[in-house]
């Protein structure tokens, strides 16, 4: 019997990790015309020995950039998207314990018991979240990712997190 292929979801780069890159490129570019870079540091053009590794690296970096940003998605395609999403996202909030059960403190030895099981709950229930849920998580922040790349909090579970 033939295997089902399964499709993992895209995880794509953080805004930090892509205007990172950006800047990479932008002072390699300097350094192989010579100049001022943004630092106060000084490139002479005529110093470079290898020109052509310091343009592998900037074409490197630039479909790094390419692969790793988010394409919006549009029409039937994001319609479909978003449906998956919203589909997703209840099934995320129904398993994520709540903010009050998730950001309890540890307990400690003058606590009353009932703080430590509770704290052991949701221990407990978090590490069976992320065991269960982790790849509906990459999928939801995936979605998310193309039917809004300008916005990257969208791309936050947490927000999903119930209060209660």
């Known amino acids: 019997m033939p295997r089902k292929k399964t499709t993992v979801p895209k995880v794509y780069a953080s805004e930090s990790v892509l205007r990172d890159k ?7 570019e300097t350094m192989l015309q010579g100049g001022q870079a943004d630092r ?3 490139f002479r053009s005529d110093k470079i020995q290898d020109p052509d590794l310091i343009k592998h690296e900037i074409a490197k970096r630039k479909r790094f950039i390419e692969s790793n940003t988010p394409k919006k998605l549009k029409g039937e395609e994001a319609n479909r998207a978003y449906k998956r ?4 996202a209840a099934e995320l909030k129904e398993s994520m314990p709540t903010q009050k059960l ?4 540890y307990p400690n ?3 009353r018991a009932s703080r430590a099981t ?3 709950r949701g221990v407990r229930q978090q590490m069976e979240f992320q065991s269960k849920m982790s790849s509906k998580a990459i999928e939801y922040r995936s979605l998310m990712a193309r039917l809004d ?15 209660r």
């Open 85 to 88: 999403a919203k589909e997703l």
């Open 149 to 163: 790349p300008q916005n990257p909090m969208v791309r936050n579970i947490e927000s999903l997190r119930r209060s």
């Open 109 to 111: 030895s003058s606590d």
């Open 22 to 28: 950006k800047e990479e490129v932008k002072e390699l």
């Open 118 to 120: 509770d704290f052991e």
């Open 40 to 42: 106060g540091v000084s």
């Open 102 to 105: 998730f950001s309890q403190r």
